[in-house]
């Protein structure tokens, strides 16, 4: 048994059931996700303020940009918000998206997304906004007819794959890129929640992994290769609980390429 699915078997073993069993599981956890997931966009972004924000609700000192806090206030709600959704696994939703990304945007959009482009947290798109080298974006009158479509497929794959659905969920939802701002964080925030929901355990895509992460979401939308991004998204699931769950380092390695694919 590999790494990766040692975690699964230890996570499902833990038999997360209440909102209790997720506050054991994931106390430190969200700080740690909240911090990497802004990080990633957001190089203001310290794991000190992060940390005060979701303990003590406050941060004391700060001269950064609002916006920071903004966001990282805006991590602790969202994982209020979606923890009773977790526990019932309510499953994925266009609405349940636009919720997500109303809660980690609020107070986030500057003013010429508000004000001029009168777009809203919560709202999707009403301008061509491109991401990546090959400028990849849903225009804005099919982005919600391509994320109904999205989320039916990956609502269909279920608890078969949940990983492999995961990850093509989390490289369709950038390669849309449906919103005028937040689509990463909102993107990440789906996939753990995508994951749960199904039984499998979440992860942090840690800020220093960035580029293999971006090169990973790359493959996809050049070559709609999803095998680098699920090999990243195992290989950071490892990352991130192999010292809570205390596992035996020898392991036999991950298998890698169509092997991995037929299992």
Not at 41 to 66: A, C, L, W
Not at 93 to 117: K, W
Not at 119 to 131: A, I, Q, S
Not at 206 to 223: K, N, V
Request: net charge negative; proline share 4%; glycine share 6%.
């Amino acid at each position: 048994m590999n790494q990766y699915d040692q975690i699964v078997k230890k996570w499902q073993e833990w038999g997360i059931r209440t909102t209790v069993d997720l506050k054991l599981r994931l106390d430190s956890f969200r700080i740690l996700f909240a911090y990497h997931s802004g990080k990633i966009e957001n190089d203001e972004i310290n794991y000190h303020d992060t940390r005060e924000i979701f303990e003590n609700g406050i941060v004391t000192g700060y001269t950064g940009s609002t916006r920071t806090l903004f966001e990282q206030q805006n991590q602790k709600t969202c994982y209020e918000f979606l923890k009773n959704k977790l526990i019932a696994k309510e499953p994925l939703s266009v609405a349940l998206i636009r919720a997500i990304h109303r809660t980690l945007t609020e107070g986030t959009y500057d003013e010429h997304r508000y004000i001029v482009n009168d777009e809203r947290p919560g709202d999707f798109k009403k301008h061509d906004y491109v991401t990546g080298i090959h400028e990849v974006g849903s225009p804005p009158d099919e982005v919600e007819a391509d994320l109904t479509e999205l989320v039916a497929e990956v609502n269909t794959i279920g608890s078969k794959s949940p990983l492999k659905a995961g990850a093509y969920f989390h490289a369709r939802f950038e390669n849309i890129h449906p919103f005028a701002d937040g689509n990463g964080r909102v993107g990440r925030t789906l996939l753990n929640y995508w994951l749960m929901i199904n039984d499998y355990p979440p992860m942090i895509i840690y800020e220093e992994d960035r580029r293999a992460y971006y090169d990973a979401l790359q493959a996809y939308d050049e070559r709609e290769d999803l095998e680098p991004l699920t090999l990243f998204l195992q290989q950071e699931t490892v990352r991130t609980w192999e010292r809570t769950m205390g596992l035996n380092s020898q392991i036999t390695p991950q298998r890698k390429g169509l092997d991995f694919f037929m299992q």
